[in-house]
């Protein structure tokens, strides 16, 4: 077996336990790792901001894939300098921009890796429930057709059927469908939360973020362990030489991992399966 090289985590779900805190097995043997000269990669859907923090938490200076692989960033010594970034093309970007002014739909649009929205009060909750969810700070703009011409790297349409919590995610399938249908497989669609559909670039996904990172390192993808539990975390185990499913992930996950983990997220399962490895 290649000597590990690169630990790629995901971050819900894998290295956070089901409260959002951190085991500190994990963070324990993660610093080890670090300390033996391995690099500790997060990998996560959501933007910089929200994910260099958890970097801290940890204490380690980790490259970082955000936007499910569409961008890859370097560590914060070296000024999380852009390795690999694949945006949205302008076309997607304009037509979301024109339905959703057209029939008042919230979209988070993230350009330069800052998250704007329409300055819009009768929408605001949308933006509210999302920063506290993710811990994103969004950038109010009174109109969001100055972004049309423009490339962005991710999308998310929040769908809200102004209904109770159960028929959200029907009403979030209905759009899903009518975005399919004219789209088709132009763009990466996927069906997030009760209300969120995110639109990315066909070309991206966490596997291509992780290849990206271990050319920039010359790293062999595989002396790379990756962790994930979610099914877009599927690519990224698929593409490490050891994907490893947590015991909790879904069944996409546990089919492209190598191995599936006897240990969930709530039993430090990344720091006891690393145990085995280092």
């Not at 043997?29 to 933007?47: D, F, N, P, T, Y």
């Not at 969001?144 to 349409?157: H, M, V």
């Not at 973020?209 to 062999?220: F, N, Q, R, S, V």
């Amino acid at each position: 077996m290649s000597r590990i090289k690169m630990i790629a985590l995901d971050l819900d779900g894998t290295l956070f336990d089901n409260e959002g805190k951190i085991p500190e097995e994990n963070k324990i043997i993660l610093q080890e790792s670090h300390k033996k000269g391995i690099i500790v990669v997060l990998s996560s859907g959501r933007m910089t901001d929200c994910v260099a923090p958890t970097a801290d938490l940890i204490g380690i200076d980790c490259p970082l894939i955000v936007y499910n692989g569409a961008m890859v960033r370097d560590t914060k010594s070296e000024g999380r300098k852009i390795i690999f970034h694949k945006p949205l093309p302008v076309k997607y970007g304009d037509k979301m921009i024109d339905y959703t002014l057209k029939n008042h739909f919230h979209l988070n649009y993230y350009f330069n890796d800052v998250l704007y929205a329409k300055d819009d009060q009768s929408l605001r909750k949308y933006a509210d429930i999302y920063a506290n969810q993710t811990g994103a700070v969004f950038h109010f703009v009174s109109d969001i057709s100055q972004f049309k011409g423009k490339e962005p790297t991710k999308l998310i349409l929040i769908t809200d059927s102004s209904e109770p919590a159960n028929p959200r995610p029907r009403y979030r399938d209905e759009q899903y469908d009518y975005f399919y249908s004219i789209l088709g497989k132009e763009v990466t669609l996927t069906k997030t939360n009760p209300e969120y559909l995110e639109f990315m670039n066909r070309d991206v996904d966490k596997g291509v973020g992780l290849i990206k990172l271990a050319e920039h390192y010359k790293i062999d993808i595989n002396e790379i362990i990756a962790f994930g539990d979610g099914d877009n975390d599927a690519p990224m185990l698929s593409a490490a030489g050891i994907g490893i499913a947590m015991a909790n992930a879904g069944e996409k996950s546990k089919k492209a991992a190598k191995i599936v983990a006897q240990w969930d997220n709530n039993q430090a399962g990344v720091a006891r399966v690393l145990a085995d490895y280092l």
